[in-house]
């Protein structure tokens, strides 16, 4: 799928009022065109629940209700699903949207309002709302669309390959024409991806997680990313550290709504400086010793050098190797602060969350 610029909404939905006239087919069960309709012999319908945070994102929020309500299953048969969102604004002003959409929606949809600020508190109530029923659990975030085929690649892929957890692709979105160096650089997009192949980190904007193996461990999202994030990062890597197992799904696509705030040099050195201290605090978590850190240390002086000659190198190599270049050297910086402990409080209450 290529790059897109959204001159117009993602969804052609995207843009109906919560007062204006539903779409007829949405609020009713399609006929089973594909004949997988009902379960396999011996095999029970699979309960899934969809779950998204959300936060001052109303129009984000109708989008992604739009395309849920598009899902469509052909390589599985279609599951029990239940969508979860979780408002973690200071009031709970998502309720009217969810309200509107429940007719909408051929599943039900639950709502809870985690007064409780920042990405953690907004996880793992995702989580803890979801069904006990639930066998997985669809993560997905509130600036995104699934592609129809999204859930059913998903889990296709997950029972193909006896996996605890799967990514899909990222594409972005530009809600206006971005920089020359926006596309080439792929800061803002993840894969492409082959079915089945192994991943050693997820993120929770696109991942399907086995609420089996998650509740037999009783895993929860770490507070210490609360503002910071990389809590998925965090979660994930002592997941698979266990041995579960995690692939991904080439289809499985999810469209993220880039805003013109993320597409400047300013945005790209702050995202990457804060990835390096996230990964330097796991590390410090997970290996503590100073062994550990000299390598950390090492590495992000490295990738600070190999940052220092991409930059050098836009003279003859143009823009994009100056921000591929910023990009290493802060991520590097980044590395270097997070052995000391500094945080960059990314997602700390108050900091915008602009649909434009």
Same mark, same amino acid.
């Given at each position: 799928m290529s790059l897109a610029v959204l001159d117009q909404p993602i969804a052609e939905t995207a843009t109906r009022s919560t007062e204006g006239a539903a779409e007829p087919s949405l609020g009713k069960p399609r006929p089973d065109e594909s004949g997988l309709d009902a379960p396999r012999p011996g095999k029970p319908r699979l309960r899934v629940a969809i779950a998204a945070p959300t936060v001052d994102r109303p129009d984000g929020l109708r989008r992604l209700l739009d395309g849920l309500a598009k899902l469509t299953f052909v390589r599985v048969p279609e599951p029990e699903i239940t969508v979860v969102i979780i408002d973690n604004g200071p009031t709970p002003a998502a309720a009217p949207i969810v309200d509107a959409y429940r007719p909408l929606l051929r599943w039900p949809i639950v709502y809870h309002h985690e007064p409780r600020r920042g990405l953690v508190h907004a996880r793992n109530a995702q989580l803890e709302t979801a069904p006990v029923t639930a066998d997985w659990l669809a993560m997905i975030d509130d600036d995104e669309v699934p592609v129809p085929e999204w859930l059913d690649s998903l889990l296709a892929v997950a029972e193909t390959h006896d996996a605890d957890f799967v990514a899909g692709p990222v594409v972005?979105?530009?809600?206006?024409? =971005?920089?020359?160096?926006? *596309?080439? #650089?792929?800061?803002?997009?993840?894969? =492409?991806? #082959?079915? *089945?192949? =192994? /991943?050693?980190? +997820?993120?929770? !904007?696109?991942?399907?997680?086995? +609420?089996?193996?998650?509740?037999?461990?009783?895993?929860?999202?770490? @507070? $210490?990313?609360?503002? #910071?994030?990389?809590?998925?990062?965090?979660?994930? $890597?002592?997941?698979?550290?266990? !041995? +579960?197992?995690?692939?991904?799904?080439?289809?499985?696509?999810? /469209?993220?709504? /880039? =805003?013109? #705030?993320?597409?400047?040099? !300013?945005?790209? @050195?702050?995202r990457y400086f804060r990835m390096g201290t996230t990964v330097a605090a796991i590390d410090r978590m997970r290996d503590p010793s100073l062994s550990k850190a000299v390598r950390r240390g090492a590495l992000g002086c490295a990738r600070m050098l190999v940052g220092l000659l991409t930059m050098a190198s836009a003279v003859t190599r143009g823009e994009l190797a100056l921000v591929k270049g910023m990009s290493d050297l802060a991520r590097g910086a980044g590395s270097l602060a997070g052995l000391v402990g500094v945080r960059y409080s990314e997602y700390r209450p108050g900091t915008t969350t602009s649909e434009t």
């Amino acid at each position: 799928m290529s790059l897109a610029v959204l001159d117009q909404p993602i969804a052609e939905t995207a843009t109906r009022s919560t007062e204006g006239a539903a779409e007829p087919s949405l609020g009713k069960p399609r006929p089973d065109e594909s004949g997988l309709d009902a379960p396999r012999p011996g095999k029970p319908r699979l309960r899934v629940a969809i779950a998204a945070p959300t936060v001052d994102r109303p129009d984000g929020l109708r989008r992604l209700l739009d395309g849920l309500a598009k899902l469509t299953f052909v390589r599985v048969p279609e599951p029990e699903i239940t969508v979860v969102i979780i408002d973690n604004g200071p009031t709970p002003a998502a309720a009217p949207i969810v309200d509107a959409y429940r007719p909408l929606l051929r599943w039900p949809i639950v709502y809870h309002h985690e007064p409780r600020r920042g990405l953690v508190h907004a996880r793992n109530a995702q989580l803890e709302t979801a069904p006990v029923t639930a066998d997985w659990l669809a993560m997905i975030d509130d600036d995104e669309v699934p592609v129809p085929e999204w859930l059913d690649s998903l889990l296709a892929v997950a029972e193909t390959h006896d996996a605890d957890f799967v990514a899909g692709p990222v594409v972005p979105a530009f809600v206006e024409a =971005p920089p020359k160096w926006a *596309g080439p #650089s792929r800061f803002f997009e993840a894969g =492409p991806y #082959s079915d *089945g192949a =192994p /991943i050693t980190y +997820l993120y929770t !904007g696109n991942a399907l997680v086995s +609420l089996k193996a998650v509740r037999a461990a009783g895993w929860r999202f770490e @507070m $210490a990313f609360n503002h #910071s994030g990389g809590e998925d990062e965090h979660f994930f $890597a002592r997941a698979l550290e266990t !041995g +579960l197992k995690a692939v991904t799904a080439a289809d499985a696509t999810v /469209i993220e709504t /880039i =805003p013109p #705030s993320r597409t400047t040099t !300013g945005w790209v @050195m702050r995202r990457y400086f804060r990835m390096g201290t996230t990964v330097a605090a796991i590390d410090r978590m997970r290996d503590p010793s100073l062994s550990k850190a000299v390598r950390r240390g090492a590495l992000g002086c490295a990738r600070m050098l190999v940052g220092l000659l991409t930059m050098a190198s836009a003279v003859t190599r143009g823009e994009l190797a100056l921000v591929k270049g910023m990009s290493d050297l802060a991520r590097g910086a980044g590395s270097l602060a997070g052995l000391v402990g500094v945080r960059y409080s990314e997602y700390r209450p108050g900091t915008t969350t602009s649909e434009t």
